[in-house]
Nanobody
Framework: QVQLAESGGGLVQAGDSLRLSCTASTSGRTFNTYVMGWFRQAPGKEREFVAAINGRGTNTDHADAVKSRFTMSRDNAKNTVYLQMNSLKLEDTGTYYC?????????????????????WGQGTQVTVSS
């Protein structure tokens, strides 16, 4: 069982920055044995992939829409992943979710498919205004 808690969302203006955090409670399993992902969902739209990172933090993947503006990272000592979001745009508005998928700590692979992930947080709202 994994519990995920996102934080850091808010109302910002276009061009601003935000950093989202997602802290995991892993019931004793070490955090580096989870691939982590960030997804977002805008009103009336399907949930979409934003970024993912492998257990050791040596491999990341970012959606084309956010590449060069968003950076996903992790601190395994704190059981936390982050999403640094810069140069925010109106279209970045949505609820942001983190998700986890068990994997060997040595795994390099990350996943874009939301169905791959086992556990999800409740989400944090990001609203970008003009």
């Amino acid at each position: 069982q994994v519990q995920l808690a996102e934080s850091g969302g808010g109302l910002v203006q276009a061009g601003d920055s935000l950093r989202l955090s997602c802290t995991a409670s892993t019931s004793g399993r070490t955090f580096n044995t989870y691939v982590m992902g960030w997804f977002r969902q805008a009103p009336g739209k399907e949930r979409e992939f934003v970024a993912a990172i492998n257990g050791r933090g040596t491999n990341t993947d970012h959606a084309d829409a956010v590449k060069s503006r968003f950076t996903m990272s992790r601190d395994n000592a704190k059981n936390t992943v982050y999403l640094q979001m810069n140069s925010l745009k109106l279209e970045d508005t949505g609820t942001y979710y983190c998700a986890s998928k068990r994997a060997p700590a040595s795994a390099f692979v990350v996943y874009r498919n939301s169905r791959t992930y086992d556990y999800w947080g409740q989400g944090t709202q990001v609203t970008v205004s003009s």
